[in-house]
């Protein structure tokens, strides 16, 4: 367990309205991910983050954004979700104290109907 | 663009039974490779990490073996149980520390009593 939590657990929404999903740590790591798992796609990176203010997009970016105000939490922000970012979402940390382990957090399952 | 791939996709075996869950990446120029397992609605759990000047790692029954050149690394799973059932997904990153994981799409282990 690396100290990882996320919020909300579950959400349902309507199309065209803003979500926010948390990812808040404990352990003062660094880096931060925002992953989304998709049957088919398997787990694809959206943003990530190396410092506070320090991010960057990854490989599905398009309708997210990310904010890193404070070392502990890192913040997704869908600004007017789609049926399509129905997903669940993952956050990770990357451990250097553990060569770089990634560790994930319980996930949110969000669904945009 | 790395790739990753797990064949199978599923396996079905018998409790006891020693088996071998195969992964395998496009781009030998990874940074480490990771090893994790994923109950059905769960999160992430990581099994084992090998870096990529390493050959094999031990995690009690579980023994991961990675060889760059060829682009392959194997989960070998000793004496298989019930417990043991869950999807084994695989990650990479890439030459430096700070990068993301790619990850493969799974395999599906069932392992019947």
């Known amino acids: 367990d690396a100290g990882i939590t996320q919020s909300p657990r579950h959400k349902v929404t309507e199309t065209g309205t803003p979500v926010t999903l948390r990812c808040h740590q404990t352990e003062n790591h660094r880096y931060m991910y925002w992953y989304r798992q998709d049957p088919g796609h398997g787990l694809r990176l959206i943003h990530y983050?190396?410092?506070?203010?320090?991010?960057d997009k990854g490989e599905v970016s398009d309708g997210y954004s990310v904010s890193r105000s404070k070392t502990e939490d890192f913040l997704l922000t869908l600004e007017s979700a789609t049926s399509s970012q129905t997903s669940v979402y993952f956050c990770a940390i990357k451990d250097r104290n553990r060569t770089y382990e990634q560790y994930f957090g319980p996930g949110t399952r969000l669904t945009v109907t | 663009k790395q790739e990753v791939t797990q064949i199978p996709a599923a396996l079905s075996v018998p409790e006891g039974e020693n088996l071998v869950l195969n992964c395998s990446f496009t781009d030998s120029a990874i940074y480490n490779l990771q090893w994790f397992r994923q109950d059905p609605g769960k999160g992430l759990t990581s099994l084992l990490l090998?870096?990529?000047?390493?050959r094999e790692q031990t995690s009690g029954r579980l023994n991961a073996s990675l060889d760059k050149s060829s682009g392959r690394s194997t989960l070998y799973i000793a004496a298989s149980q019930p417990g043991d059932s869950a999807t084994y997904l695989c990650?990479?990153?890439?030459?430096?520390?700070?990068?993301?994981?790619?990850f493969g799409k799974g395999t599906t282990l069932s392992v019947s009593s």
């Open positions: 990650a990479v990153t890439h030459n430096q520390a700070g990068t993301a994981l790619i």
């Open positions: 983050s190396y410092g506070v203010k320090d991010t």
């Open positions: 090998i870096q990529s000047s390493q």
